[in-house]
């Protein structure tokens, strides 16, 4: 048994630390939002799934330093909080504790990595998905594979150790030799779909109806995908049909980002496009859509209240 420690337990650090906990893991959830927190440890953590809600008894805190050691640390905070989430799970660290993020974007690694020995992270994705309903609250709402990898590409004990843990919970999961290059396919997806989708307001399926997303979308893609492939990044066949079908299959959905917009609230445009635009300047690559896609969320961000 692994003491867990989730940082972050929004609508996905929720679902995970319920399901470990219900599959009889030793499980804390920390989060800074308290109301959410006290309904957890006041109510139970109730998980909406296809219609039906069940209540999962699972520790939660606001205060890291209250847990003591832990064995695995998963992060699951928005990609703009990891820098700080990393310094709070310090606390937690001892020789032996491995650290796991299944965020989405790019750059996680790197912030953990300034903190944490490189030897102690894990890297994965996770094709999982939720919503938060409120406080003590979230709708499990997709059910795709979880991958989770060594830096080094090495197949180990401990990540089998996870494997067998999330499987045993229910979360479908399977450990990578090349989990950087399944890192860079999900962005892909989220580069074509995210920012596009959010500005213009549309839901995912809606893309692939105007040639003018459609050639948007196109572009996007292919600029990180040369990035990417600049950087030794193993790709496959085709990655903008792909993205293309995971739009397809995804079609009514209104993507995270979206959602940020919708809700006024800061999105993680620097851990998607952002970070084309980052990896791209460092290779002297010119990749004027996801540099433009990028400028205009910023503005619109800039008319948010999070700032204040
Ligand atoms: P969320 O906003 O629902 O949850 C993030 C939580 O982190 C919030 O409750 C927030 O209060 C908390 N938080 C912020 N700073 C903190 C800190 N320092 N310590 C502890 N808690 C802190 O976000 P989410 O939808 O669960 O997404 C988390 C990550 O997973 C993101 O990178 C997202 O892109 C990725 N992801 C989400 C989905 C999905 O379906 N929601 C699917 C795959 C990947």
Redesign the pocket.
Known sequence: MMKTVI???????SLFGGLLSLSGQEVWL????KE?VNAICSKGLAIEEKGTTRTISVKATTD?RSIGKADFVLY????Y?TE??VS?SLALEKEDTLFLT????LGNEEMICQKIDRKKVILGI?G?????LGPGSIRH??WGKTYVGELDGKMTDRTNQIVQMFCKAGIETDASSHIHDLVWEKLFVNVGINALAAILGLKNGQLLDHPETLRLLETLVSEAVEVARKKGVRIEANPVERVKAVIEATRENRC?MGQDLDRKQRT?ID?INGAVVREADRLGIPVPYNQMITDLIKVIEKSFEFWR
Not at 7 to 13: K, T, V
Not at 76 to 79: E, G, H, M, P, Y
Not at 128 to 132: F, K, M, P, R, W
């Open positions: 940082i972050g337990a929004g609508a996905m650090g920390v989060d800074v939002w959410h890291v699951f905070v928005k990609t909080n700080k989430a709070d299944l965020q989405n974007g996770t999982q998905g939720a919503t938060l709402a997709g995270s993680e851990a």
